[in-house]
């Protein structure tokens, strides 16, 4: 209604414009009026050709620039009320044990948060205590070393950015605490990235020393190689370690370091969704019930007759 | 039951009405959040970390980390 | 016809001569027939059953549904900001310490931290669980039993913490073979109870639980 009414209005207001213009110079120019017309006419078109032929050799917001657009992939936890597959957390952490840790850090999480999710209390604390962590120093002051707790972060394969620089030609090795929501795409950019490495980097493309080529990387040059490989772990379950497989494990695994309250969040949301569209309706309902009696009422008045 | 009778237990003294609604709410709760969680968990059957641990066979244990 | 008749003004007034005489002990339906408002006529809205019970019953219980899920709502509210209060995962994983005892040899102390602060842990030989009975209550600044101090003889768990000004009493010193603290001389005996100095107080026992070979301080 609204919107019909202020194009009403914008439409009658060109036209009698038009009258007016037409009105002024019909007497005396209608040939020049022409002209006019014919001149924006073959501006613009000009301009149309101008604009589409620079679109056909623009070269900015490709996907060699920007990476290639991932697919959308069929993940567990796709969909309002499915949760992640946790026995892939747990083989996608024990890719990441073997395969990723050699470079990635996972800064962020603790070894706590892996029990309930993925292991038992007891396995996550024989995992813990595999590594070192700095403890208090003993009497004599000098620093000592203790086994890792539940309560320990999980720990990084270089001790700081400089070390983890230096073993990789410059190149740092992001954190993966937060890597699946720190990327466009999230999994399915992980997931595509992981198996988009090709055999060779197609003709023309020019990489720096040690650079490798995947079509998903912004800009093409990326510094990590292909690490996964059919067969390159074996899982405990028997699930058969093709590349895809692995790359699906750890895929997950890193979505779950990313949101670990995704699981119980679904779980709120859809009790949030029922409450409150509940009371939304009887709100709705309870509200015309007051109003009842106030809309459907009447005032009469009858005045009284005039006496003579 | 007839309506008459369901509006004089409930709803004709104010004070039954209102506690009527605070007690529903406290068995509200619990029920519809046991509830909730029993359709995700059957939606989700499979998926879980209870299905997954008595695959691997994990020995029962508590899972608090202490 | 008749109604009309009867609730004409004109018709009750006449009934009610002698009532109408006195007006303040006219009844509710008196005076409003004495009124020159007239109700209108629902006769043709109302229906014919004049029984409400059902919409009665249906309006509460609509009424009541709304207040049951908001007052559920805000019981959460109020459950999730005071739950914020308290301690986050990552304290509480902080907030127990395992310690195990079958690396501490007889007769040996072993200092813990425990959420920033020391635990002393003795595993206390036969010859001083015999020495902290022995002593005489009379004696004591703070008198306690051994036995309230300790849930096994063998093992004395206690925070080290001085009880005068909170330095750390230092082991295996001091007059009484237990803790002697270096600020201000208080010394404690085996069982951790002060005997001489300016602290007022035994130190003080944290809460804690055997687990097997394994101490749970917490």
Redesign the interface.
């Known amino acids: 209604m609204f919107s019909k009414s202020i194009f009403n209005r914008v439409a009658s207001k060109a036209a009698a414009r038009t009258m007016a213009t037409a009105a002024g110079t019909s007497a005396k120019a209608a040939s020049s009026s022409k002209f006019l017309i014919t001149g924006a006419a073959l501006a613009g078109v000009t301009a149309s050709g101008l604009l589409y032929a620079d679109s056909l050799t623009a070269n900015a917001m490709t996907a060699a620039e920007h990476g290639l657009h991932s697919p959308e992939f069929d993940w567990p936890q796709n969909g309002p009320f499915e949760t992640f597959d946790h026995a892939s957390i747990r083989r996608g952490y024990q890719v990441y044990r073997e395969v990723c840790a050699a470079c990635h850090s996972l800064d962020r999480v ?1 070894w ?2 892996l029990v309930g999710v993925s292991h038992t209390n007891s396995e996550v604390k024989a995992m813990a205590e595999e590594f070192e962590y700095d403890d ?1 120093p003993d009497d004599d002051g000098n620093p000592k070393k203790r086994p890792g ?3 320990d972060n999980i720990p990084g394969p270089y001790p700081n950015e400089q070390a983890a620089r230096a073993a990789n030609q410059g190149a740092l090795p992001p954190d993966l605490s937060l890597i699946v929501k720190a990327r466009h795409g999230g999994s399915d950019y992980i997931f595509s990235l992981l198996t988009g490495y090709p055999e060779e980097p197609p003709e023309g493309v020019v990489l720096p020393v040690g650079a490798n080529y995947n079509p998903y990387f912004p800009g093409g040059s990326i510094a990590m190689g292909r690490v996964l490989f059919d067969d390159l772990v074996e899982y405990e379950d028997g699930t058969p370690a093709t590349t895809s497989q692995m790359a699906k494990d750890v895929t997950q695994f890193l979505n779950w370091a990313s949101e670990p309250e995704h699981d119980e969040r679904k779980r709120q949301g859809l009790k949030a969704i029922i ?1 409150l569209s ?2 939304y309706l ?2 709705v ?2 509200k015309k ?1 007051k109003w009842a009696g106030i809309k459907t009422r009447k005032f ?1 008045f009858t005045p009284p007759k005039p006496r003579k | 039951m ?3 009778s ?2 004089k237990v ?2 004709k003294r104010n004070s039954i ?2 506690g ?3 007690v ?3 068995l ?2 619990t029920t ?1 959040d046991s509830a909730i969680t029993k359709w995700y968990e059957n939606h989700n059957k499979g998926k879980l970390w209870k299905d997954v641990k008595a695959r691997i066979g994990a020995p029962e244990e508590a899972e608090d ?2 | 016809m008749l109604s009309n008749l009867v609730r004409s003004p004109v018709a009750l007034r006449a009934i009610s001569k002698p009532v109408a005489m006195t007006t303040a002990k006219m009844s509710t339906t008196q005076l409003l027939s004495k009124s020159t408002y007239r109700t ?1 006529d629902f006769g043709d809205v109302i229906k014919e059953d004049r029984n409400m ?2 919409s ?2 249906f ?2 219980f ?12 805000a ?2 509210t109020v459950e999730t900001f005071l739950s914020s209060m308290s301690a986050s ?2 304290v509480l ?2 907030a ?1 310490v ?1 310690v195990n005892l079958a690396n501490i040899p007889l007769g040996k102390n072993v200092v813990v ?1 425990w959420q920033g602060k020391p635990v002393f842990i003795r595993h206390r030989t036969p010859h001083e669980i015999q020495e902290a009975n022995e002593v005489d209550m009379s004696s004591l600044k703070d008198p306690q039993t051994d036995a309230d101090r300790v849930q096994n003889p063998e093992w004395l768990i206690m925070l080290g913490i001085c009880t005068h000004l909170g330095c750390v009493p230092i082991g295996e010193a001091g007059d009484f073979g237990g803790w002697f603290c270096p600020c201000h001389g208080s010394h404690y005996d085996i069982s951790g109870r002060i005997r001489k100095g300016p602290a007022p107080l035994n130190l003080e026992i944290p809460a804690y639980e055997f687990n097997g070979d394994k101490v ?1 301080v917490g």
Do not use: H, N
């Not at chain 3, 609509?62 to 709502?73: N, V």
């Open positions: 603790a706590r948060t208090e707790k539940l309560a409450i509940s009371l009887l709100s309902w309870v019930f009469t | 007839s309506f008459a369901v509006y409930l709803f009405f209102v009527t609604v605070f529903g709410a406290f509200f709760q519809f980390d202490e | 209108p019970d059902k009665r019953v309006s509460y609509m009424i009541g549904s709304m207040g049951l899920l908001s007052s559920a709502g019981k959460s995962a990552d994983a902080m127990k395992e931290k749970i």
